[in-house]
């Protein structure tokens, strides 16, 4: 899976980062993901609107809280994040990344069976001339049309 985090769509504001993660692919031969599986995957990644991205900024952790969107093909995550946020930093063509997105918790759930998913990668900067920077916002400003005015 490619997951993309865009640093602000538009309006004169620096490129956008491409993470790069790969969580339906199987890790090796013998390991395979079962289409139930990929279909809990799915709904995750479309239920849910916020995760927690984890990145290296100087040296330190640091860990963000942000709305994200699906690409279509779910080949993609698309995040919007602040210039001043902290973890933003970290975002630089092969930081490494964490990004975790789960169910809401419930009461009298068993909280260690909350679905969850835990994505990791590396940033890659995106063109904003590019195809995949215009088809990212737009499904971006679908799905959080208050972030249009970013």
């Known amino acids: ?18 993470l790069t993660s790969r969580v339906l692919a199987p890790r090796s031969r013998e390991e395979t993901v079962k289409p139930q599986q990929i279909d809990d995957l799915r709904r995750l990644l479309t239920g849910e609107r916020v995760l927690a991205l984890a990145v290296l900024v100087d040296g330190y952790p640091a860990i963000g809280l942000l709305p994200f969107a699906a690409t279509p093909d779910f080949d993609a995550l698309v995040v919007n994040a602040s210039h001043l946020a902290r973890h933003t930093r970290g975002l630089t063509e092969g930081a490494p990344f964490d990004a975790l997105v789960h169910a809401p918790d419930a009461p009298g759930a ?12 590396q940033v890659a900067l995106l063109d904003p001339a590019g195809p995949e920077y215009a088809s990212d916002e737009q ?11 970013i």
């Open 139 to 149: 499904g971006y400003i679908e799905r959080f049309p208050e972030a249009a005015a």
């Open 110 to 121: 068993d909280p260690l069976q909350i679905p969850r998913v835990t994505l990791r990668g």
């Open 1 to 18: 899976m490619r997951s993309s985090c865009a640093t602000g769509y538009g309006r004169g504001r620096d490129r956008p980062h491409l």
